[in-house]
Every structure is written in C-alpha cells, then in structure tokens.
C-alpha cells in the first residue's frame, strides 16, 4: 500500500514537473566554444564564467548563471534576460555606469562600447567571445595565462591572486567533469507555491523541488541528499517531448519497476 502511495505521488509530481522547466542558455558552454575559438586553454574561460556568476538555483545545481549583475559591489540574479536588462537600465538611470554584465561580467564604463546594445551584451555568445578577446590580449601583454587571470578581475596584484584561486578550483573541476550541455534547465520563475516543506527529488534526469509527501510514519522514501554540485556534463535531449500520453507511460512503467509494483 505504501509502495503504490509512494508510486502515486511520484508520478503526479513528475507529470507536473515539465510545467515548471525553463530552458536557459549555458554560459560554460558558450565559454567553451570561445575558448576554443581564440586558443585559450580548455575549461579556462568556463572556470571564469562559473567563478564570475555561479551560485545555486533551483532544478539545475551550481553554476554559471547568464542573467547576471553586479551594481556597486553586489552581484544580482534575475529569473530572464528582460529582467535583468530592465534592472540594467534602471541603474543607468541612477547615473551607474560601473556595472558587470552576464556571463563573463564584462564591465559596461569599460567594455560597453564593444557592443551594438545592452541586449547585444547580454547574449551569451557575444558575452563570450568578447571576455575571449579581452583575456587573449591581457595574456600577450602579461605572459601568461596565469597573469591574464588575475587582471581580468584586477590590477591590484592581491586581490587579482586571491581571484585566480577560485579560478583554479573551478578549472579543476571542469577536468572531472568534462563538457557541459548546450542548454541547462531549470524551475521556472513562477511554480505554484506551497506552504508545505520542500524536498529534492530526482530521478535520472528529473530534478525539481515539490511539496513533501504526507506518507504514513514509516513509510516515506529515502530521498538522496544534494550539496553544491556542478552542472552535469550530460548532454541532455531537450527536444523530446516533456509530457504526453507516451511519455506518462514510459515514466509509470519505470517508476513501477523501481518500486516493485506489479503491473
């Protein structure tokens, strides 16, 4: 009886989940193909990505994030591009110009004019390949990699060395990790919101957070635990279909399997 509760909420929570999915553009990836277009080092630009704007969001783990901020020493995360550029211009407003934009937290006093407008910034390829550029030339006129780094966040020697360690330690995990996908998913800005506590669930591919399920004492599953994670390197197959009357099948048969109910 518990097996097929269990078995019940899975998939209604399962079925709801594509509802909330949101597809987003991947700054690693984006990183990536710059990278190998400019001859940079591979994962070097990624790490920067990752270092510039990773932090935690819900359905996808660590990482970078393209609809990033930084006004007056605070880094700001929005749910879309347009809220971001409308947060960007609302700042500009305010007489900011000193504001690091996107993916690779290109300063627009200093880097802005590279580009045909702030949408144009924004765009992760562009984003990109610009911050390839610029780390390029700051290489040939350092020496090294290494010293490019650190001038790409500073030119105070302290604080451009403390820079490259976090750099560092997102490389080193990009060799583990291997190539991100093209498109990450997330949950969408706006799911249904419930006053019941939150758990993570996941189930191959699946991930997203859903109400906890009210099962008899006893009886609730095991659900793996999930710290700060990097985005899988899986390349995930976003043009197959999300739900549908096949789909639900498939996820029923499997889920059936994986809880030894009878058919």
């Given at each position: 009886m518990a097996r097929s509760i269990v078995?019940?909420?899975?998939?209604?929570?399962?079925?709801?989940?594509?509802?909330?999915?949101?597809?987003?553009?991947s700054c690693e990836a984006q990183a990536l193909q710059a990278e190998k277009a400019a001859g940079i080092p591979t994962y070097l630009l990624a790490a920067i990505t990752r270092t510039e704007t990773g932090h935690t969001r819900r359905g996808r783990g660590f990482g970078a994030w393209p609809w990033?901020?930084?006004?007056?020493?605070?880094?700001?995360?929005?749910?879309?591009?347009?809220?971001?550029?409308?947060?960007?211009?609302?700042?500009?407003?305010q007489g900011l110009t000193s504001i690091d934009v996107g993916c690779m937290q290109l300063n627009y006093r200093w880097h802005g004019q590279a580009f045909s407008s702030i949408e144009d910034m924004f765009d992760p390829v562009s984003n990109a390949a610009y911050a390839a550029q610029f780390l390029t030339s700051?290489?040939?006129?350092?020496g090294s990699w290494e010293e490019a780094v650190k001038r790409y966040h500073s030119s105070t020697d302290a604080l451009g060395t403390k820079y490259?360690?976090?750099?560092e330690k997102s490389y080193e995990a990009f060799?583990?990790?291997?190539?991100?996908?093209?498109e990450i998913m997330v949950a969408s800005a706006a799911p249904p919101e419930s006053a019941a506590p939150r758990v993570l669930v996941r189930s191959g591919d699946l991930l997203g957070y859903v109400g906890k399920?009210?099962?008899?004492?006893g009886n609730l599953p095991t659900m793996p635990q999930s710290g700060h994670k990097a985005i899988p390197p899986k390349a995930y197959d976003f043009s197959a279909p999300a739900s549908g009357v096949e789909d639900a099948a498939t996820r029923l048969a499997s889920l059936k399997a994986a809880f030894g109910v009878a058919n």
């Amino acid at each position: 009886m518990a097996r097929s509760i269990v078995l019940t909420a899975l998939l209604a929570v399962f079925g709801a989940m594509p509802v909330w999915a949101a597809r987003v553009p991947s700054c690693e990836a984006q990183a990536l193909q710059a990278e190998k277009a400019a001859g940079i080092p591979t994962y070097l630009l990624a790490a920067i990505t990752r270092t510039e704007t990773g932090h935690t969001r819900r359905g996808r783990g660590f990482g970078a994030w393209p609809w990033t901020l930084n006004i007056k020493g605070k880094g700001y995360y929005y749910e879309s591009r347009e809220e971001a550029i409308a947060a960007f211009r609302d700042a500009i407003a305010q007489g900011l110009t000193s504001i690091d934009v996107g993916c690779m937290q290109l300063n627009y006093r200093w880097h802005g004019q590279a580009f045909s407008s702030i949408e144009d910034m924004f765009d992760p390829v562009s984003n990109a390949a610009y911050a390839a550029q610029f780390l390029t030339s700051l290489k040939d006129r350092h020496g090294s990699w290494e010293e490019a780094v650190k001038r790409y966040h500073s030119s105070t020697d302290a604080l451009g060395t403390k820079y490259l360690a976090r750099v560092e330690k997102s490389y080193e995990a990009f060799t583990k990790e291997g190539l991100p996908a093209a498109e990450i998913m997330v949950a969408s800005a706006a799911p249904p919101e419930s006053a019941a506590p939150r758990v993570l669930v996941r189930s191959g591919d699946l991930l997203g957070y859903v109400g906890k399920m009210q099962l008899p004492k006893g009886n609730l599953p095991t659900m793996p635990q999930s710290g700060h994670k990097a985005i899988p390197p899986k390349a995930y197959d976003f043009s197959a279909p999300a739900s549908g009357v096949e789909d639900a099948a498939t996820r029923l048969a499997s889920l059936k399997a994986a809880f030894g109910v009878a058919n």
